[in-house]
Every structure is written in C-alpha cells, then in structure tokens.
C-alpha cells in the first residue's frame, strides 16, 4: 500500500526566508497530493492539490512540485511569516475510493 | 454554525464507561469520516460513510462504533476503550466521495479523548 514519508523533524528558519518541506512516497505514482495545514489541537486545513501532470502549482506564497521521478513533492513558502509557523501535512489517495493516507506532517517554526 | 463542528472538544473517560463524539457538517456534502490522530503519528482513516452508507471500516476494533443517521451527522460511540485509545479524533467531510477524485477534506477542530 502506499506509504507517506516527511520529515518529522522541526523545520526551524528565519523570517523572510522561503521553506521547503519535503513528502515522499514510497509506491506507485498516486494521481495527486493534497497539502495540509495543521495548528495544535485544530484539525488539518486543506491548503493545495497538484495532480500528476502538473509540474507546479502555486497560490499566493505558496508553491508545490510534484516530481514523479524522484517520487517526491516539495512545498515552498516563500518570504515566510511566525504565522506561518505550524504543522505541515501531505497527504494521498491510496488507490481505492475514499482512502486518504497523510504522512506525519513536518513542523515549521518560523521565527522573527 | 459553518464548516464541520465536533462536540464535545474535550472528554476523559474511565474504561468502563459508554460515551459518544458527534460531528455536524454544515456543508452540503455526501461523505463523512472518523480519523484518530495519536502523537507522533500519521492521521489514521477509521471510518467513511457516502451517502449514509459505511463504505470503509480500516480494522477498526468494536469497541468503537459509528454511526450515519444521515448525511450531516455523524457519531463515534465509545466503550470500553483502552488508554491507548486516547489521541484527538477528527472528522472530515467531503463533496464527493474523496479518495481518487482528490476532493479536498474539511476537518472539524477535534474531540481530544483521554482514556484513564
């Protein structure tokens, strides 16, 4: 089945700078991933979907990849803010209907 | 009230006793779903309903038992439950019936369950 992989390590960086998170999957090339945004003790807030033949897709300051070959997603949040700081989920189908797999989700600590 | 609402947003329980987790979306949308999200871990599927209807059961073990009246609510009825059974216990609803058509959840802020 497929299996979701982020780095589960905080992400610490600086006001102003661009973050990059990373989301790894480990099966067959799934028809899109979905973005998540998770503050404590709040559920996920849907953020961005890019399907398979899409490359890029971007949305304010945000941006994320969609890599095939290297089995991988990046997303990016550029001239980052302390607001931005939170819990960053990817998330997949896992091929049957309905069935969503999220990754761990990687925590980001922006400070000023 | 918009979006989806879970009541109640805290619960401690003993392991003996029968409680229930209600979610309400005010969405118009057709599936529901139970999630478990325990620390350090990924979001676990437990449960999804279309159209009232369970569709998914991800090896859930009996003692948590769901209910789909009708396409607006949905209710996780607990017994006899472990402490590991404590987590934060999310619910989602979607447009259309998820998965592979990529329709985006929409989580309700959560019920955090401690089990003693």
């Known amino acids: 089945s497929q299996k979701i992989e982020q780095n589960s390590e905080a992400l610490n960086i600086q006001e102003g700078k661009t973050a990059t998170l990373t989301c790894n999957y480990t099966?067959?090339?799934?028809?899109?991933l979905q973005w998540y945004r998770q503050d404590p003790g709040r559920g996920p807030v849907f953020l961005l979907l890019?399907?398979?033949?899409?490359k890029e897709k971007r949305k304010e300051r945000l941006k994320v990849t969609f890599d095939t070959t290297l089995k991988q997603s990046l997303f990016h949040i550029t001239a980052s803010q302390p607001a931005d700081s939170a819990t960053y989920l990817c998330?997949?189908?896992?091929?049957?209907?309905?069935?969503?797999?999220f990754g761990t989700g990687t925590r980001l600590q922006v400070t000023l | 009230e918009t979006g989806v609402t879970q009541t109640p947003r805290h619960l401690v329980m003993g392991m003996t006793n029968k409680k229930s987790l209600k979610c309400e979306q005010h969405?118009?949308?057709?599936?529901m779903y139970w999630y478990k999200q325990s620390a350090k871990k990924p979001l676990e599927l437990m449960f999804v309903?279309?159209?009232?209807?369970?569709?998914e059961n991800n090896s859930v073990p009996s003692r948590f038992s769901p209910e789909c009246p009708n396409s607006s609510h949905l209710f996780l009825h607990l017994h006899t439950l472990q402490p590991e059974d404590s987590a934060l216990y999310l619910c989602?609803?979607?447009?259309?019936?998820?998965?592979?058509?990529?329709?985006?959840?929409?989580f309700g802020p959560g019920t955090r369950l401690t089990v003693l």
């Open positions: 989602a609803s979607t447009a259309g019936s998820g998965g592979a058509s990529g329709d985006e959840q929409f």
């Open positions: 099966n067959y090339s799934p028809a899109y």
């Open positions: 890019i399907r398979e033949n899409e």
């Open positions: 998330a997949t189908h896992t091929g049957t209907a309905s069935k969503l797999t």
């Open positions: 969405l118009g949308h057709n599936a």
């Open positions: 309903y279309n159209f009232k209807e369970q569709t």
